[in-house]
């Protein structure tokens, strides 16, 4: 079992940065390929990005490359997502999740976290 609790997130200008923190709890956390979505008001829930359980490899969505970064300190049970040059698309409720089911773009992870909401005004 995961226990999955995401902070960091607030009302930011156009181009600021935020950080988001995902504490887990659980043994199997530093384990896990940990995962990062987003959920805008009337949208589906979309991949942003994932890092595999040392960190050795990260995927991103698209519409995120180059300006979001993910990381992880397993000694802390933290993952991290870093966001710069932040737009008003960025807004949405930003969720973490742990132990993809089947890929890591699909929203099929074991756990979640309750979200953390990101308003990026204009």
């Known amino acids: 079992q995961v226990q999955l609790v995401e902070s960091g997130g607030r009302l930011v200008q156009t181009g600021g940065s935020l950080r988001l923190s995902c504490v887990g709890s659980g043994r199997t956390f530093s384990g896990s390929t940990m995962g990062w979505f987003r959920q805008a008001p009337g949208k589906e829930r979309e991949f942003v990005a994932a890092i595999t359980w040392n960190g050795g490899n990260t995927w991103y969505a698209d519409s995120v490359k180059g300006r979001f970064t993910i990381s992880r300190d397993n000694a802390k049970n933290t993952v991290f997502l870093q966001m710069n040059s932040l737009k008003p698309e960025d807004t949405a409720v930003y969720y973490c999740?742990?132990?993809?089911?089947?890929?890591?773009?699909?929203?099929?992870?074991?756990?979640w976290g309750q979200g953390t909401q990101v308003t990026v005004s204009s």
């Open positions: 999740a742990a132990d993809p089911r089947y890929n890591i773009y699909s929203t099929q992870y074991s756990y």
